[in-house]
């Protein structure tokens, strides 16, 4: 089994039931046997985990028994290069940021205040949707007022500082 995003399935339809009838198991609890496996796995792969505290980690912390610790360790040893990889490869979040646009408007009051002209900047994010293969585009325009503009621009100011202490 090779660890994927969980907008995609390990096995067909088809060798799941297989799967299923060859293991003994209800549809609801084959389900349960894969997530939990592709999360030790991923979880092996996010950390980089030396085979020896893997095997150690399975028996002491999820109390597994042998057999099944030494069939995570040889898969483990054998595909952890490849699952790596294939992780490196693929986003935690299937919509991505493409582009952005802006434009400033200004929206005069109505009624007793009609002398008030309150200025409001306007964006559209260009977004790029990755969903079981399909890419689709999608904008999203976002109104701020000057206050809320400058909120704004003070939380990407502390994000910038963190993503710039990590360097």
């Keep these: 089994m090779q660890a994927s995003p969980t907008n995609e399935k390990a096995f067909s339809n088809e060798e799941e039931e297989k799967l299923q009838l060859s293991l003994g198991l209800e549809k609801q609890d084959l389900q349960l046997l ?17 085979p020896s505290v893997l095997q150690r980690h399975l028996s002491e912390t999820l109390k597994l ?6 069939a995570f360790i040889n898969i483990w040893m ?3 290069k490849g699952i790596v990889e294939h992780l490196r490869q693929r986003s935690l979040f299937p919509t991505q940021f493409e582009g ?8 005069t009051a109505t009624g007793a205040q009609t002398k008030q002209i309150i200025p409001k900047a306007v964006f ?12 689709s585009h999608e ?4 109104e701020f007022t000057h206050e ?13 500082s963190q993503l710039d202490g990590l360097h």
């Excluded at 894969?34 to 030396?50: C, D, G, P, R, V």
């Excluded at 904008?139 to 976002?142: E, F, K, R, S």
């Design 78 to 80: 054998s595909s952890a």
């Design 124 to 135: 559209q994010f260009g977004l790029k949707i990755d969903e079981s293969k399909e890419i």
């Design 139 to 142: 904008n999203v325009t976002v």
């Design 148 to 160: 809320e503009l400058f909120e704004f621009y003070k939380q990407l100011e502390t994000i910038q």
């Design 34 to 50: 894969l997530e939990s496996t592709t999360f030790i796995i991923e979880q092996a792969a996010y950390y980089m985990t030396k």
């Design 100 to 107: 952005i646009s802006w434009s400033l408007n200004l929206q």
């Design 65 to 70: 028994n042998e057999d099944k610790c030494e």
